[in-house]
């Protein structure tokens, strides 16, 4: 997630980032980033250092077809974040959503450059 003030924030979870680290954790990614899970962690602390934690209190069921990916709208509300960044089909074909606007990592570059 990423909200837009004078200073962009980075608007995270736990169990987002949880599931970022499973996930660079695919071997399909590994060949990739050439990253072992120590690098990764480590990675991810020095990123989370500067990241807003939202307390995933909210419950929402807006994404039916994959209900996992509700935690990425709940961390947007609670973190009052301007833009998910995602490459999610699910979450993309929201297009925006309670004012939000998802959009692909490329869009969110484009935007900043």
């Known amino acids: 997630m990423y909200r837009q003030t004078?200073?962009?924030?980075?608007?995270?979870s736990e169990s987002i980032v949880e599931e970022i680290k499973r996930i660079l954790l695919y071997s399909k990614l590994k060949k990739i980033h050439g990253l072992?899970?120590?690098e990764i962690d480590l990675f991810f602390d020095d990123l989370?250092?500067?990241?807003?934690?939202?307390?995933?209190?909210?419950?929402?069921?807006?994404?039916?077809?994959d209900p996992s990916d509700n935690k990425y709208l709940v961390c947007a509300v609670e973190g009052k974040a301007d833009y998910i960044i995602s490459g999610d089909h699910h979450l993309l074909a929201l297009g925006i959503w309670e004012g939000i606007n998802i959009i692909t990592a490329k869009e969110f570059l484009d935007l900043l450059f």
Not at 6 to 12: A, G, I, P, R, S
Not at 48 to 64: G, M, N, R, S
Request: a negative charge; charged letters at 25%.
């Open 36 to 38: 072992e899970k120590e």
């Open 6 to 12: 004078l200073v962009n924030n980075l608007v995270v």
């Open 48 to 65: 989370i250092a500067f990241a807003y934690f939202t307390p995933e209190e909210l419950k929402l069921e807006a994404v039916p077809n």
